[in-house]
């Protein structure tokens, strides 16, 4: 399963694991980071692929979502 093309540009959301703050970054910048600094503990984050493949899909299961409501 690989990290979708479509979210490149889309500003993907995700927790520090250490204190849950909230971390915002491009598909297309998530896609190259191996660490993230946490803005909340200032710790040094280790994201690793299959926590990338889970951010991104459930990032395109909310955009699906959205879609569907829409349509309704």
């Given at each position: 399963?690989?990290?979708?093309?479509?979210?490149?540009?889309?500003?993907?959301?995700?927790?520090?694991?250490?204190?849950?703050h909230?971390?915002?970054?491009?598909?297309?910048?998530l896609?190259?980071?191996?660490?993230?600094?946490?803005?909340?503990?200032?710790?040094?984050?280790?994201?690793?692929?299959?926590?990338?493949?889970?951010?991104?899909?459930?990032?395109?299961?909310?955009?699906?979502?959205?879609?569907?409501?829409?349509?309704?």
């Open positions: 399963m690989g990290l979708a093309e479509d979210l490149s540009d889309v500003a993907l959301t995700f927790e520090c694991p250490d204190c849950s909230p971390a915002v970054r491009k598909g297309s910048a896609k190259t980071i191996a660490h993230f600094r946490c803005d909340g503990c200032n710790a040094k984050v280790r994201i690793t692929y299959p926590q990338k493949v889970a951010i991104f899909e459930k990032h395109k299961l909310l955009a699906a979502r959205a879609a569907l409501r829409l349509a309704s």
